[in-house]
């Protein structure tokens, strides 16, 4: 579904990624981790289209978005979730939502996805009519990601959605994510809560220093050294 190849992303003269590869098939939901500045940010954002690849390619089921405009991408069928939620606060919740559903095939289904949206998150459908700033933290990264796939994505790109939330909400976060996948919806997650994203994940890259640095099953990427390295700065054992 999604064939990320040798992508180079730097902001003016400072590289952020190196020749940063990864795949992910229909329907699987997989994580990326990593430290603080390993560029786990950028490498979503170049997905998502909101940050210009210097070289390399990103291909959606089989079509090279890599030059395609930022508005373009998301009627290739891809829809992120930024990290800091990025919602318009002054706005009703109902508003925020009926944005992420503003192209023309998805407005037609608005009605519907919303309902399917406020069953995900039950708490939203409470608070449609309140302006989305008055929410707390939790439920205005259920609105964040109901946004997002008011879309009606293929691909949903999320970027540390754990990010200022409380345990118990995390839980329920990280439970409606695998809800999305298990619904159809291929997901590609980058987050910081290295065990809840290796929990729920088909698969799993680690970004060090803006090189991928180790891929395979969750079980692999947390047994490998290089794990610890990037978030500990321990060298391996002898």
């Known amino acids: 579904m999604l064939d990320v190849r040798d992508l180079d992303v730097a902001y003016g003269a400072a590289p952020a990624l190196w020749g940063a590869s990864l795949r992910l098939a229909a329907g699987e939901l997989v994580c990326v981790v990593g430290p603080n500045g390993a560029g786990k940010t950028t490498l979503i954002n170049a997905i998502a289209g ?3 690849a210097r070289s390399g390619r990103i291909v959606m089921e089989g079509r090279d978005l890599t030059a395609l405009p930022p508005h373009r991408f998301c009627g290739a069928g891809i829809a992120i ?12 919740v109902r508003e925020n939502l009926e944005i992420g559903g503003y192209a023309p095939a998805a407005r037609k289904e608005r009605s519907r996805t919303l309902e399917r949206v ?5 708490a939203v459908r409470d608070k449609l009519d309140a302006p989305a700033g008055a929410l707390s933290g939790g439920q205005q990264q259920m609105v964040a990601i109901g946004r997002a796939l008011m879309a009606q994505p293929r691909l949903l790109l999320l970027d540390e959605p754990s990010l200022g939330l409380s ?9 409606a994510i695998r809800e999305v996948n298990a619904n159809g919806t291929s997901v590609l997650l980058v987050e910081q809560n290295v065990a809840m ?5 088909d698969r799993a890259y680690l970004l060090e220093e803006g090189r991928i640095a180790s891929e395979g ?9 290089a794990l610890r390295r990037a978030y500990l700065g321990a060298a391996p054992a002898p």
């Open 50 to 52: 909101l940050h210009p």
């Open 167 to 175: 345990p118990i909400m995390v839980k329920a976060m990280f439970g």
């Open 118 to 122: 406020c069953a995900l998150f039950p």
């Open 81 to 92: 979730v930024p990290e800091g939620r990025r919602l318009f606060t002054r706005m009703s």
């Open 217 to 225: 099953t969750p079980a692999a990427v947390f047994a490998n050294p």
């Open 197 to 201: 994203a290796l929990d729920i994940a």
